[in-house]
């Protein structure tokens, strides 16, 4: 065995001993240098919306009435003293405008119990109310009929009821039984199944066929990231972005999954994503210049939302001809604007050129919103 000193020598000996952190021996000890954080690729820092959700919903259950009697020195027969039980908890949603995806709303919610009644008629106390935070602009359904629209911020509806709280024997005193031994317990909770739809509630809806260039131009303007490929359908779930302006005014922009033709009709990705669109208050149609005949998607897009809903495609507007740093897109430019009245803004998403033009358009595009909206007495959507 290796010899070791006394302890009062290690004491009395004047070598400084090396601080240790750890009281364990070195096997043991962790390595307490930080962790570092874990590389997560592209595609799993891609955040998109959830726009479905079943959620099933059951009120609290009641409390129990009480059952006792009142009993104290000399006073024999106080009688009955069972207090009424409280009432169970509702769960309600609530429109929050920080919310805006359904990602965070769970498949269950129950609201919280009433207590028991107690003795000297102390009545129980109500179950806590449960609360919901959606994204404004959420529609609730069920059995497919629409039982509420949360529009606004703090909008709330009650998805489920708490049931009452049951009867103390107290409340069954008459004249004809002085000593009533019944109490009754508390009603169940309301329970219900749900169907939550989101709309996004955006200000402009990025409105193209597959490979458009959408997700590259919403990159381009705001911190979105969307997934960019050079294969069609890239984008299955609709991006919020966000463009930041200098008077802190902010213009929310939605990148729509690609459309094609009979879209209205439930093909490609369907109907699925086409109430996204009816929602965002005006559109940007993307074309891509680089194809013949562009002038061609923009008459599809168009009928495609009018099949859908009547008067959408009249809302306020602006092309968007992407692509421009290509040649053939050049020539295309000039045979664009001779086919349709509205206005064109060429632009390249991937090499940034002519954004300002889109910019400041927006912006007027956006002004013009809300001038509208005040003037008509509605408080318009903010970000």
């Excluded at 609290?60 to 169970?88: A, L, T, V, W, Y």
């Excluded at 359904?141 to 509420?148: F, P, S």
């Excluded at 019944?182 to 990025?206: C, D, I, N, W």
């Excluded at 929602?279 to 099949?307: A, G, H, I, M, N």
Aim: glycine letters at 10%.
């Amino acid at each position: 065995p290796q010899w070791r000193p006394p302890r009062w020598c290690l004491l009395l000996s004047p070598v400084p001993q090396p601080a240790t952190f750890s009281t364990t021996c070195a096997r043991c000890s962790k390595n307490r240098r930080l962790r570092q954080k874990r590389v997560i690729s592209e595609r799993k820092l891609t955040r998109y919306f959830v726009d479905h959700r079943r959620v099933r919903v059951v009120g609290g259950q009641g409390g129990s009435g009480g059952h006792s009697f009142h009993s104290e020195p000399r006073k024999i027969f106080g009688g009955p003293d069972g207090g009424n039980g409280g009432d169970g908890g509702h769960v309600i949603l609530k429109a929050d405008q920080q919310t805006k995806s359904l990602s965070s709303v769970l498949p269950f919610y129950q609201g919280f119990h009433g207590e028991r009644g107690g003795r000297k008629n102390c009545y129980g106390a109500n179950g806590a109310c449960v609360y919901v935070k959606v994204p404004v602009g959420t529609l609730v359904k069920e059995d497919g009929e629409v039982v509420a629209d949360l529009t606004q911020h703090g909008e709330e509806y009650v998805a489920a009821y708490g049931g009452a709280g049951g009867k103390g024997n107290r409340f069954f005193l008459s004249n004809e039984n002085r000593a009533p031994t019944l109490f009754t317990p508390g009603e169940p909770g309301q329970e219900r199944v749900l169907h939550l739809e989101l709309k996004t509630a955006a200000h402009a809806g990025l409105v193209g066929f597959p490979n458009a260039g959408k997700s590259s131009l919403l990159r381009a303007i705001s911190r979105a990231k969307p997934a960019v490929a050079a294969y069609p359908f890239t984008t299955l779930n609709p991006h919020l972005g966000i463009v930041h302006y200098q008077d802190y005014e902010q213009v929310a922009v939605a990148d729509i999954p690609g459309l094609i033709k009979g879209a209205h009709q439930n093909r490609g990705l369907g109907v699925a994503f086409l109430r996204h669109i009816e929602r965002c208050s005006f559109l940007l149609y993307v074309l891509d210049l680089s194809v013949p005949q562009p002038w061609v998607q923009l008459q599809d897009l168009k009928y495609e939302l009018e099949q859908y809903k009547k008067g959408l495609s009249e809302r306020p507007c602006v092309v968007i001809g992407n692509k421009i740093d290509l040649a053939q897109s050049r020539i295309n430019l000039p045979l664009l604007k001779e086919q349709i009245d509205e206005r064109v803004i060429a632009l390249s998403a991937l090499t940034g050129d002519n954004l300002e033009e889109l910019f400041l358009h927006l912006r007027e595009l956006y002004d013009t919103y809300v001038k509208t909206e005040e003037s008509q007495g509605k408080s318009p959507v903010k970000w």
